[in-house]
């Protein structure tokens, strides 16, 4: 092989490794959300979200109780949410009850765009402090819930009371990704 066909060589496959990487990059879904158009609105604030908890929606079975936690844009404009919301019970004071609610992941994820005054929701389900032991559980009355929407650091107080246990442990609450 001459030094020119060599180098044509070379160029070719170098074409061909930027194709491929270009065409991999293209197809990578942000945050392993599945295949979706990617939205040019920006990811929802704290502040600009109403959280709220749908009470006429829960419904119970064997010892829990499950309820929409829901997320209301109030913001001028649309906004994104994907993923789980942190949700953890908390006393009168704010301070933390048990354990953090862990994920079912039951639905897939997905980017949700909210445009102005839409709501979006995640199933919250509360198990009955009651169906753990006494001594890993201490029963208590928490006085709601503090909840970060998801990919967020600030929270917003839902007041509910409901029966929690105050020590770690335990999981008694389990939420989903939102929808």
């Known amino acids: 092989m001459t030094e020119r066909t060599g180098l044509g060589v070379?160029?070719?496959?170098?074409?061909?490794?930027?194709?491929?990487?270009?065409?991999?990059?293209?197809?990578?879904?942000?945050?392993?959300?599945?295949?979706?158009?990617?939205?040019?609105?920006p990811r929802c604030v704290t502040r600009q979200l109403v959280v709220w908890l749908g009470?006429?929606?829960?419904?119970?079975?064997?010892?829990?109780?499950?309820?929409?936690?829901?997320?209301?844009?109030?913001?001028g404009h649309a906004c994104t949410l994907a993923g789980y919301p942190g949700v953890s019970a908390v006393d009168l004071g704010g301070r933390p009850l048990g354990?953090?609610?862990?994920?079912?992941?039951?639905?897939?994820?997905?980017?949700v765009t909210l445009r102005r005054a839409a709501t979006v929701s995640a199933v919250l389900q509360v198990n009955q402090a009651v169906?753990?032991?006494?001594?890993?559980?201490?029963?208590t009355t928490a006085a709601g819930l503090r909840v970060y929407p998801p990919n967020a650091f600030t929270s917003k107080i839902v007041p509910i009371p409901f029966s929690a246990c105050s020590r770690s442990g335990?999981?008694?609450?389990?939420?989903?990704r939102v929808r």
Request: glycine content about 10%; some cysteine; charged content about 10%.
């Open 170 to 176: 335990p999981v008694f609450l389990h939420i989903e």
């Open 131 to 139: 169906n753990f032991p006494t001594g890993s559980c201490h029963p």
């Open 55 to 75: 009470t006429n929606e829960g419904g119970g079975a064997a010892g829990s109780v499950f309820y929409r936690l829901n997320f209301t844009n109030l913001s």
């Open 10 to 41: 070379l160029r070719g496959f170098a074409a061909v490794a930027v194709a491929v990487v270009a065409v991999s990059v293209g197809s990578v879904s942000p945050a392993g959300a599945h295949t979706a158009a990617r939205s040019t609105a």
């Open 99 to 111: 354990s953090a609610a862990g994920r079912n992941p039951h639905q897939p994820l997905r980017i």
